[in-house]
């Protein structure tokens, strides 16, 4: 059997009829390289997940936030896809507080606001992340 590339994300000893691990993570690289160009076609300026993660932590960094002292709150669209910026972000500052939402709106309303807010820390900082995303085909359909 062997795994398509887009399907190949993770890195568990998974091994194909055949073809190297390091054979498929090239093309998946060289897929991902692909995509970013339909990417930025359709978004200029765009950019991935782990720039928005790193360039949130170097800027907020620099006005106090951190890991100790933020609480992360999140209002993704449901679909999987979303879950990968979640996941980026929480490796950074913790288990996030998810507000939920279909198109990245928060579910939650007031009051789910005001219990994330009853959660950050004393003196600290509260971050949410939202937004919605869009599916993009290989042939740049959006």
Do not use: W
């Amino acid at each position: 059997m062997v795994i398509p590339v887009e399907d190949f994300t993770s890195d568990d000893d998974v091994m194909t009829e055949g073809i190297s691990r390091s054979l498929l993570l090239d093309r998946k690289k060289s897929h991902e390289a692909a995509f970013d160009k339909i990417v930025q076609k359709r978004f200029p300026g765009a950019i991935n997940n782990q720039d928005l993660v790193s360039k949130t932590v170097e800027i907020l960094g620099h006005k106090g936030y951190s890991p100790a002292n933020t609480l992360l709150g999140t209002s993704l669209c449901c679909d999987e896809l979303a879950r990968q910026l979640e996941d980026d972000f929480n490796k950074v500052y913790g288990n996030n507080f998810n507000l939920g939402g279909l198109s990245g709106f928060p579910f939650a309303g007031k009051t789910g606001f005001g219990s994330m807010a009853a959660h950050i820390p004393d003196d600290g900082y509260g971050l949410v992340v939202y937004g919605p995303h869009v599916g993009i085909a290989a042939d740049g359909t959006v």
